[in-house]
């Protein structure tokens, strides 16, 4: 059945904080503060939830003695109203109506949204193989889309012999979905020939090479790895190697208090508590049957409880492959997700524990996967629109860049100069887009662009060291 949280306390909890902010900054006493609930808490209860809220949750101070104290919201820095941004036309997401009302809450200003806490019921309910977040027929969906011809070979069979496309994929698309401004040809020509990009930021080089590492882990290791202790600790060493202000704290879970940006969500501080909920998160794991909710699963539980100092969300969309990767299913490498559709379903986890939007997010992103990497697939719909409207400047620009014989390098600053003509929500789509053609380019598809054998020869011959496999 799909997961559905009554959470009593966070009710409580929004209950007293719309009755504190009646009295503003003269804070109230508990008796002041019953009289203005709007719902029926016992004193006891009420006195447990004003001691968390100052504590855990940091929402709430308290001023004055015992017999007069005042209770007090804590105040947020007022947050300036940031200029509109052209936002970035999402890909057709089909979304349901309940992940439609989700982007609706979260996506309202900060100071409409209710501060909340960790709360722990969000894990502690979710029972493995009762509790489901993906219905039987999204699971099995799933399933049909990622089924390869090696599933009956040794764990990680299939993810071998895709590794090369994986490497440029995944650490292209989970690094993307962090800011990093590394494009495909970028992240290609570093890991394969290790050529660090013009005018990118050691950060952006050092996180391309930090994801190509974690990946080889997960593949190379599938038969040995697990959604274990081990494993996680490790892929975020990997993960944060050279990037955290602390050395040390790579592969190691955080002793401190971590904000969440553009959220009002504060994750747990206490070390002790977030031990026992990451140790809770993986046991959990391990029992879920289904590879595709194990999957999920990492991808709500670990960013939601921030185990981490940081890298907490490239770690999670990497664990989600290890699942796949066991059962030799089609990976998952993000291709084409949204990162504002991304990131407001987690912020749906973290301040609704809702996970409707994400889900959305994640079959649909599945399914662009499962297509780049399966041999044989039917057709998943409609074709791609964006595509289509692109479809002769695409052609147009891949056909110059081979006939020209450029290298990688010029072929990605030529890419760049010519998208200039394209609209600027638009244009970084078109440049991926076309990039992706160009690493897909073999001797069985270059006719399509108005290539010559001759020209293709040339120029596969210095692309990618070797000759083409051509007979005319």
């Known amino acids: 059945m799909a997961l559905e949280l009554k959470d009593k306390g966070l009710a409580q909890v929004e209950a007293i904080t719309s009755a504190l902010q009646k009295f503003g900054e003269a804070?109230?006493?508990?008796?002041?503060?019953?009289?203005?609930?709007?719902?029926?808490?016992?004193?006891?209860?009420?006195?447990?939830?004003l001691k968390e809220m100052q504590g855990e949750l940091g929402l709430v101070t308290a001023t004055g003695g015992s017999h007069a104290r005042r209770y007090h919201l804590v105040k947020t820095e007022a947050k300036?109203?940031?200029e509109p941004k052209e936002k970035e036309k999402s890909p057709s997401i089909p979304l349901t109506a309940e992940?439609?009302?989700?982007?609706?809450?979260?996506?309202?200003?900060?100071?409409?949204?209710?501060?909340?806490?960790?709360q722990r019921e969000f894990l502690e309910f979710y029972e493995p193989n009762v509790t489901s977040y993906l219905t039987p027929a999204e699971a099995q969906k799933l399933f049909q889309l990622g089924q390869v011809a090696v599933d009956d070979h040794a764990a990680g069979t299939y993810a071998k012999e895709i590794l090369q496309r994986l490497l440029i994929d995944l650490s292209y698309n989970s690094s993307r979905l962090e800011g990093n401004t590394y494009s495909l040809l970028d992240t290609e020509?570093?890991?394969?020939?290790?050529?660090?990009?013009?005018?990118?930021?050691?950060?952006?080089?050092?996180?391309?090479?930090n994801h190509k590492d974690a990946i080889e882990f997960i593949v190379n290791s599938a038969e040995d790895i697990d959604l274990n202790r081990y494993t996680i600790l490790n892929l975020h060493a990997m993960l944060s190697n050279n990037l955290l202000p602390n050395p040390a704290a790579s592969g190691r879970l955080r002793a401190f208090q971590v904000g969440i940006s553009k959220s009002v969500y504060t994750p747990l501080a206490i070390p002790q508590l977030i031990e026992e909920m990451f140790e809770l998160i993986l046991e959990k794991a391990?029992?879920?049957?289904?590879?595709?909710?194990?999957?999920?699963?990492i991808?709500?539980?670990?960013?939601?409880?921030?185990p981490f100092e940081d890298v907490n969300k490239r770690v999670s969309r990497l664990a989600a492959n290890i699942p796949l990767n066991r059962k030799n299913l089609a990976?998952?490498?993000?291709?084409?997700?949204?990162?504002d559709l991304y990131i407001s379903g987690l912020l749906a986890v973290y301040e609704l524990n809702r996970v409707e939007l994400l889900k959305d997010v994640f079959i649909w992103s599945y399914e662009r996967s499962a297509a780049r990497y399966a041999s044989v697939r039917q057709s998943l719909g409609e074709p791609d629109?964006?595509?289509?409207k692109y479809r002769q400047p695409i052609r147009a620009l891949v056909a110059q860049i081979v006939s020209s014989t450029m290298d990688k390098k010029t072929a990605s600053k030529f890419i760049e100069e010519n998208s200039n003509t394209i609209p600027a929500i638009d244009r970084k789509k078109f440049i991926e887009y076309t990039e992706t053609e160009l690493l897909s380019l073999h001797e069985g598809n270059f006719a399509r662009f108005m290539i010559t054998p001759s020209e293709f020869r040339h120029w596969y011959e210095l692309w990618s060291g070797k000759k083409p496999n051509i007979r005319e």
């Open 27 to 49: 804070g109230a006493s508990i008796e002041q503060i019953k009289d203005k609930l709007t719902i029926s808490i016992s004193e006891r209860t009420l006195q447990r939830r």
């Open 80 to 82: 300036k109203e940031e």
């Open 99 to 118: 992940s439609q009302d989700v982007l609706t809450l979260v996506s309202r200003p900060n100071h409409l949204r209710t501060p909340v806490g960790y």
């Open 189 to 209: 020509r570093l890991i394969h020939e290790g050529e660090f990009a013009d005018n990118k930021s050691a950060m952006e080089t050092q996180m391309i090479l």
């Open 286 to 297: 391990r029992r879920i049957k289904n590879p595709f909710e194990q999957a999920f699963f």
């Open 299 to 306: 991808m709500v539980q670990l960013p939601y409880l921030q």
């Open 331 to 339: 990976p998952l490498s993000f291709i084409d997700v949204p990162d």
């Open 385 to 388: 629109l964006f595509r289509m």
